[in-house]
Every structure is written in C-alpha cells, then in structure tokens.
Nanobody, 120 residues
Framework: QVQLVESGGGLVQPGGSLRLSCAAS????????MGWYRQAPGKERELVAL???????NYADSVKGRFTISGDNAKMTVYLQMNSLKPDDTAVYYC??????????????WGKGTLVTVSS
C-alpha cells in the first residue's frame, strides 16, 4: 500500500518562504516522477513543478525563479522550496507520484494536500 504525506503548509506573509515536503511509503515497481500541483478556490488544478528520476525538472511559468523542486529517490521524498511568495500562490498543494507497476502500466497516486495561505 502506497501512502503520500504532505507537510509544511501554513500561513505566510507576502515575500516570505515555505518549504513543502512529501514523503512516500510503501512499495512500487518503478518510480517515474514526483511533482507538486496546486488548486486555488474556484480554479482548476495546475502543475507547479515536476521532477523526474534523472533529476530533470519542469516548472510552471508563474513560479520560475521563485520555486525549486528537489527530491531524494532513495527516500522517495520530494520537496518544494517556495520563495518570494505572492497572494496568488494561495492554494492547496498536492503531491503526486507517477510510477509503473509490474506490467509497466502507468500509475499515479495523490496525497491529500497541504494548504498554503499567503496573506498580510
């Protein structure tokens, strides 16, 4: 049974920083990628940052230069360092694990989310 647990969310003032963590447990056949997505009230869920097992990354244009994703394959843990936070960053942030099963089927598992509120 795979479990994802996000942590690090909270209330921060504009211009501040937060570091989100997502720790996975359980067994999978092959890890493909881990990433962070967010969903603001009344908005669609969107990709924030993605990291593949080879270390390559993708970022949404809105967070480039401010957010940094990193990961530890051995620990199956992914982090999101968020700097220069803006009110528009307020959202529930979700961790997602993309992996393959023994039949090479693509699978995805979502965490329950952690709330980030940027407000003065």
């Amino acid at each position: 049974q795979v479990q994802l647990v996000e942590s690090g969310g909270g209330l921060v003032q504009p211009g501040g920083s937060l570091r989100l963590s997502c720790a996975a447990s359980g067994s999978i056949f092959r890890l493909n990628a881990m990433g962070w997505y967010r969903q603001a009230p009344g908005k669609e869920r969107e990709l924030v940052a993605l990291i593949f097992t080879d270390g390559s990354t993708n970022y949404a244009d809105s967070v480039k230069g401010r957010f940094t994703i990193s990961g530890d394959n051995a620990k199956m843990t992914v982090y999101l360092q968020m700097n220069s936070l803006k009110p528009d960053d307020t959202a529930v942030y979700y961790c997602r694990m993309d992996y393959s099963d023994v039949r090479s089927y693509g699978m995805a598992y979502w965490g329950k989310g952690t709330l980030v509120t940027v407000s003065s």
